[in-house]
């Protein structure tokens, strides 16, 4: 595909022949050469490299110079996945020459969000530290816990009480779960759908535990079953963490998790008269969006 150019911000039309090229990546090598940059960070998109989410996936890129920007458009769910690398001028140009969704589920640098705020309207935004493990320095509990299946899916979205990550039966069934029963009911899983055995990464996002059971240490039994179980076929395992939980911290680090990299997770909806209405109710009444599972193919 050939390169589209666009200009950075503060550019004359005259130097428009120094703006960045554009274009839509289609070689799975060129892409992990940028993920490559910041692996741990890329986790979740190195997955989209696998075949089944390839085939539901974009990646776009911008070059400027000795700079870049890239950006990952996913149906792994609904609303669209995207996920930003690079520097922050040139992914500025990139998301205005490209077709966005006008709904998606964001994360991104914290250096990139004054770029995604120029395309779209934030319903809300949280910061995330990332934190990864390789195989060689993972230290496993003793205490175990079960492998759940895609028919336990049911009872894993009821721990799921603000509605913001739904396992769904395929996630289950294709990825990796645990999880730990009490008094004939589920109370705590963790789980990583997002697994590229090519690559040897997985990214672990799905911890949940019942409100009356957390803080005795069972996420973290699960998330021991689910990183031993990864390590089968990967090297290295990534989880998510709010920064300012500092229990799961120290518990992750543990079992041998070290501090990667921060990033923001965030919900937007495209400028626009009707988004803007909808953004200020999604905030004025607190709703989380329900996040579930595509796998459409791109025509």
Not at 89 to 106: K, M, R, T
Not at 262 to 273: N, P, Q
């Amino acid at each position: 595909m050939k390169f589209k150019p666009v200009q950075l911000p503060g550019k004359k039309g005259s130097d428009r022949k120094h703006s960045p090229g554009v274009r839509r990546l289609s070689d799975r090598s060129e892409i992990l050469s940028y993920l490559e940059r910041e692996r741990s960070c890329c986790a979740a998109a190195i997955a989209h490299l696998e075949p089944d989410l390839w085939a539901i996936s974009k990646f776009f890129v911008a070059i400027h110079h000795e700079t870049f920007a890239l950006c990952l458009i996913s149906r792994s769910m609904s609303p669209r996945f995207i996920m930003t690398l690079g520097n922050e001028a040139v992914l500025n140009c990139l998301l205005g020459s490209i077709s966005l969704p006008d709904e998606a589920f964001i994360t991104c640098r914290p250096k990139h969000l004054d770029a995604i705020e120029r395309h779209y309207d934030l319903e809300w935004h949280r910061l995330m530290k990332r934190m990864a493990t390789v195989r060689e320095t993972f230290s496993p509990l003793g205490e175990e816990a079960i492998q759940l299946t895609a028919a336990q899916v049911k009872e894993a979205n009821k721990l799921c009480e603000d509605h913001t990550r739904i396992p769904s039966p395929r996630h289950i069934g294709k990825g990796v779960f645990y999880g730990i029963y009490r008094d004939g009911r589920l109370v705590a899983a963790a789980g990583a759908h997002l697994i590229s055995p090519t690559y040897g990464i997985a990214y672990l996002e799905d911890v949940l535990v019942h409100p009356a059971y957390r803080n005795q240490g069972l996420d973290t039994i699960c998330i021991s079953a689910v990183a031993a179980d990864l390590f089968d076929y990967c090297t290295e395992v990534v989880i998510g963490v709010e920064p300012q939980n500092l229990p799961a911290v120290k518990a992750y680090a543990g079992l041998g998790f070290r501090d990667d990299c921060l990033i923001v997770e965030a919900m937007g909806r495209r400028h626009s008269f009707v988004g803007a209405i909808i953004t200020n109710l999604w905030k004025q009444f607190r709703w989380n969006p329900k996040y579930e599972e595509r796998t459409e193919p791109y025509g």
